[in-house]
Structures are given as structure tokens and as C-alpha cells.
């Protein structure tokens, strides 16, 4: 397995595109990002849209490395 660190806001995380399990979730979280992303453009912009647009890649994150992490 070829495992490497991804540092993000001075926060380290594993990620390995060798293993199927990590890239699954990659797959999915990625897709969940696109999907929220697309309803998030029908929204005016505004407070509620920077608030949401961030609570979009917490998600994200949470998706990919567990919540929380």
C-alpha cells in the first residue's frame, strides 16, 4: 500500500488511493460534494450561502475521514 499524509489547516490525515475502502469513500463523499454544491447555486448569496457553503466541505471531510476528525 502506497499511504501518504494529506496536512490541511495544519491537520494531518491518511489517505491511501491503494485501498479500496478509502477510495470508496472518496467516491462518495466527492459525489455528495457535487450534489450540494448544485443546490447550494439556487440559493441567493448572502450569509446563509457562505454559512452553508462551508458547512458543505465540513461534510466533505466528514464524509471522507469520519466526523469529527
Do not use: H
Not at 488511493?17 to 470508496?24: I, Q, R, S, T
Not at 447555486?41 to 466526523?67: H, S, T, V, W
Amino acid at each position: 500500500m502506497s499511504q501518504n499524509v494529506w496536512i490541511y489547516n495544519d491537520c494531518k490525515y491518511d489517505v491511501d488511493f491503494e485501498d479500496a475502502d478509502f477510495v470508496e469513500r472518496y467516491w462518495d463523499a466527492v459525489d455528495n460534494l457535487g450534489k450540494t454544491e448544485k443546490n447550494l447555486m439556487n440559493q441567493e448569496p448572502g450569509r446563509d450561502f457562505i454559512r452553508n457553503y462551508c458547512k458543505m466541505f465540513y461534510q466533505f471531510f466528514d464524509d471522507l475521514f469520519g466526523a469529527g476528525e
